[in-house]
């Protein structure tokens, strides 16, 4: 589970440095930082890194050698975290770093309800990366007030141990993914300079 912390550390720290460079370390974008777009392609860069390496080599790996489970009650069980709770517990070590950058998954078949769009850009963005999956949509959203630059980038299925998580939880409302189909997506979302 150390290493687990330090993956999830290393993450946060990354998330920082990138969110940091690219806002100017004030939430405003000066004159030789790094473009939204770009700040939020390279956040993606490192989550879809990160997820995927702890999917294919710890999860699957463990599983396949009969070593450990990874399980919804990995609290609770002698068990490794799912990989989306591996991404929501570092989405939640991150919020706690002040960087304000945010993600989580989303879906249109959601196994965990609250994965669902709560937004129409979040519906649009679904539907667009469902079709095109290799590219992102983006754009500017109001909420509570503060301006946001949002990207949504396709959650594919990497590894069997996706494909067949989401095929047998009775929960999910779609039961036929295959090996790099997309499964949903990657949220990201930070502060846009007024």
């Not at 946060?12 to 777009?37: D, N, Q, R, Y």
């Not at 390496?53 to 990995?74: A, D, K, L, N, P």
């Not at 909420?143 to 396709?154: I, L, N």
Request: glycine share 8%.
């Amino acid at each position: 589970m150390s290493s687990l912390k330090w993956l999830v550390g290393g993450l946060c720290v990354a998330l920082c440095v990138i969110v940091g460079w690219g806002t100017g370390f004030a939430g405003k974008e000066s004159s030789g930082s790094v473009p939204l777009e770009t700040v939020v392609d390279y956040i993606h860069s490192v989550l879809e890194a990160d997820r995927t390496f702890y999917t294919v080599h710890v999860v699957e790996r463990m599983q396949r050698r009969g070593v450990i489970e990874s399980s919804e009650q990995w609290r609770s069980a002698n068990a490794l975290p799912l990989p989306a709770q591996f991404f929501q517990e570092s989405s939640s070590l991150a919020a706690l770093t002040g960087a304000q950058v945010q993600y989580r998954l989303i879906s249109l078949n959601p196994i965990n309800k609250q994965s669902g769009p709560r937004t129409d850009f979040e519906r649009k963005a679904l539907e667009a990366v469902t079709a095109h999956p290799e590219q992102p949509y983006k754009g500017q959203v109001r909420e509570g007030g503060t301006r946001y630059f949002q990207a949504v980038y396709a959650d594919l299925a990497v590894s069997p141990v996706c494909v067949s998580c989401h095929n047998a939880d009775p929960r999910s409302s779609k039961r036929d993914y295959k090996l790099h189909d997309v499964l949903g997506a990657v949220l990201i979302s930070i502060p846009a300079p007024e």
